[in-house]
């Protein structure tokens, strides 16, 4: 059964197993398991209108999995795929910077530059040729449960609902897809494996999940300013020294160039604004010329899972399991996680295949595995900025040289706990307007995410208690939802009705035609109110080459 009451008659297909996403973790998953048995039926959806429209990263990827998944993958390689040539970090002050020594886990010697959206694209026919069915524009609504309460699949969401819940003429029911197991490859902050984490109580032995933001642009740029190849990364300006934020900067080839800023969801500061902060960046006079007289090709952001080793939930449950950025396997110190998200899709499938598709055990040898090594020697290194910049970086460069021997683990706590109320917090002057380069505006950088959905269906991002928005959050926060958004979803407007009982003549609007499905109001809200689920199949953002 559903974890709803059905009341629609729906169509079944049945699989020996279905995987939910069609990111690097899904698709490697895919494509091991078939290698080792092609007798297994093997079925991958995702919510996309295409496969790769919502993957959205750095993204510079250590090979080594990628080798042993498709030792041939260098004859036809993604079409971007460009060697890494030079590293470059910088700290920065408002006005200039200083460069600093590459750290040792972030030298890119061998590893390459991709767009992942555009990889997973390349992924995907190599699936499809093992016989893997990919279905594009399927989103998962919820998990379907048998009568012991264990997984037994997925439900496709309906199409063809109106705003108000009736049924639109072209309304159909969504399929129900049942499988031996499943596999729950979502992404970070994945809206079934929330559900299913609470349901098993899967973090009943992890700390609290952590994330950042990235926020991301691809820029044509006018010939001879790149340098094909190069890496840079930065921390400092535009982040205060209690903010955790930093950027990357990628030299693409065709006078192309990727960059983004990745700001700590555990900010303090009400008043922080993520993406403002992108593009205070991007007018700094280190970076500001690259980009003058270029043009904006495609803009983007999606929540990166941050909380490492101590917050890995357990990853097995009865019929289902977790790998890739779902379960949390992101290297912070590296700024990498798909070598993880394919190492542990493999893993899965080798698991699965070796025995007789039963869960039972991953998360045993998941912990034992080189992914879960990898993590552990980083484990303290983020959560040492929580206390600051300069702390930070003495105790990241005192887990460097132990190799993370120390005899203690810090902890992490959720994100929506960390912002501090108005009254509490003084926060900077930070110049947010101070910046000529596109996009002007919030709206604008949505135009060039080019995400779509139909206006008439049911709102996706569901407030639990709308009052709260307008009374105590108003007060505490400041609606810290207009900031944190960086596709302007969130609006409070005029409304002398307003929510009953409130006499405020407020009340929040929710464009959710706007949104890019990043999850930062999921994860960030302090009163965890807001709760983010799927829209239609096939909304959301339309993500070139990000």
């Given amino acids: 059964m559903s974890e709803t009451t059905p009341d629609t008659e729906r169509d079944v297909m049945e699989y020996d197993v279905v995987t939910v996403g069609a990111g690097p973790a899904g698709l490697s998953f895919a494509i091991r398991l078939k ?20 993957i959205l990263s750095g ?3 250590e090979t080594g999995p990628l080798d042993a998944l498709l030792p041939n993958w260098r004859d036809n390689p993604p079409p971007i795929c460009v060697p890494a040539t030079e590293d470059e970090f910088w700290l920065l002050s408002k006005d200039g910077g200083r460069k600093l020594p590459v750290p040792p886990g972030m030298h890119n010697d061998g590893n390459v530059i991709v767009s992942l959206g555009a990889m997973c694209a390349w992924l995907a026919p190599q699936a499809e040729a093992l016989g893997v069915e990919i279905y594009p524009g399927f989103a998962a609504a919820e998990t379907l449960h048998d009568d012991a309460g264990a997984v037994v699949g997925v439900r496709i969401g309906d199409m063809g609902v109106a705003r108000d819940g009736s049924h639109k003429p072209g309304y159909t029911a969504g399929i129900d897809i049942r499988a031996k197991v499943t596999v729950l490859a979502e992404g970070a902050r994945g809206h079934l494996t929330k559900r299913l984490v609470k349901k098993f109580k899967l973090d009943a032995d992890s700390d609290p999940q952590g994330y950042s933001i990235g926020i991301k642009e691809l820029w044509q740029v006018p010939e001879g300013r790149t340098s094909p190849g190069k890496i840079v990364h930065s921390f400092g300006w535009p982040a205060d020294t209690a903010t955790y934020g930093g950027s990357f900067l990628y030299h693409l080839d065709n006078n192309r160039i990727a960059l983004g800023f990745v700001s700590g969801l555990d900010y303090k500061d009400p008043n922080y604004r993520p993406w403002e902060a992108f593009q205070q960046w991007k007018n700094h006079p280190m970076v500001k010329p690259l980009l003058d007289g270029g043009t904006i090709e495609s803009a983007g952001a999606r929540a990166i899972v941050t909380g490492g080793w101590q917050s ?3 990853v ?3 019929g289902a399991l977790l790998i890739g950025d779902t379960a949390g396997l992101l290297n912070v ?9 394919i190492r542990s899709g493999m893993l899965a499938a080798e698991h699965l295949a070796a025995g007789a598709l039963s869960p039972d055990g991953f998360d045993a040898k998941l912990r034992d595995s080189d992914a879960m090594a990898e993590l552990r020697k980083v484990r303290n290194i983020k959560p040492g900025f929580k206390r600051g910049l300069w702390f930070g970086l003495l105790n990241a460069a005192w887990e460097t040289v132990t190799g993370g021997r120390s ?8 994100d929506w706990s960390s912002l501090e ?5 003084d926060s900077p002057d930070r110049g947010w307007g101070e910046r000529e380069l596109p996009p002007r505006d919030r709206l604008a950088g949505v135009y060039f995410a080019a995400t779509e959905h139909d206006e008439d269906q049911p709102v996706h991002l569901r407030v639990l208690d709308p009052s709260i928005c307008v009374t105590r959050c108003t007060q505490e926060y400041g609606n810290p939802c207009t900031r944190f958004c960086p596709a302007a979803v969130y609006e409070i407007v005029d409304d002398p009705d307003g929510p009953a009982g409130t006499g405020t003549g ?10 890019v499905h990043c999850k930062t109001c999921d994860i960030k809200d302090p009163y965890e109110i807001i709760d983010w689920v799927t829209p239609e199949g096939g909304s959301g953002p339309n993500y070139r080459n990000l």
């Fill in 407 to 414: 005899p203690w683990t810090l902890k992490n706590s959720p």
């Fill in 316 to 318: 097995e449950m009865p």
């Fill in 35 to 54: 290698q080792l048995n092609p007798e297994i039926s093997v079925c991958v959806i995702e919510k996309s209108s295409t496969i790769g429209a919502h």
């Fill in 312 to 314: 890995l939930p357990k």
């Fill in 59 to 61: 993204a510079v990827i």
């Fill in 421 to 425: 109320k108005l009254e509490e917090y």
């Fill in 506 to 515: 407020k009340r929040l609007q929710i464009n959710a035609a706007n949104c």
């Fill in 333 to 341: 110190p590296k700024v990498k996680g798909t070598h993880q998200a």
